[in-house]
């Protein structure tokens, strides 16, 4: 099993930014790949950015050029350092871990003020 614990969430004004962070814990593998989803209300859920433990690295294209994803394998964390956040940034985010299956944190709330 793994646990993820996210932090960072908050309220903040359309163009500010934001950090998140989150630390997995449990039965780690070396090779996996962590990242953020997100879901807003009404909507399904969908995949902001991830990064494998080797770098690569994927982004929605809603956040291309805003978003920068980094994570800390030796540590075993993932950050998404957010900025230019917009009203539609506006959701629930998700730390995801990947090995073999799909875990998720209990979710932390972003919420941009127009």
């Known amino acids: 099993q793994v646990q993820l614990v996210e932090s960072g969430g908050g309220l903040v004004q359309a163009g500010g930014s934001l950090r998140l962070s989150c630390a997995a814990s449990?039965?780690?593998?070396?090779?996996?790949?962590m990242g953020w989803y997100r879901q807003a209300p009404g909507k399904q859920r969908e995949l902001v950015a991830v990064?494998?433990?080797?770098?690569?690295?994927n982004y929605a294209d809603s956040v291309k050029g805003r978003f920068t994803i980094s994570r800390d394998n030796a540590k075993n964390t993932v950050s998404l350092q957010m900025n230019s956040l917009k009203s539609e940034d506006t959701a629930v985010y998700y730390c995801?871990?990947?090995?073999?299956?799909?875990?998720w944190g209990q979710g932390t709330q972003v919420t941009v003020s127009s």
């Open positions: 990064m494998t433990s080797e770098g690569a690295t």
């Open positions: 449990g039965s780690i593998f070396s090779i996996n790949t």
């Open positions: 995801s871990y990947i090995r073999f299956r799909n875990y």
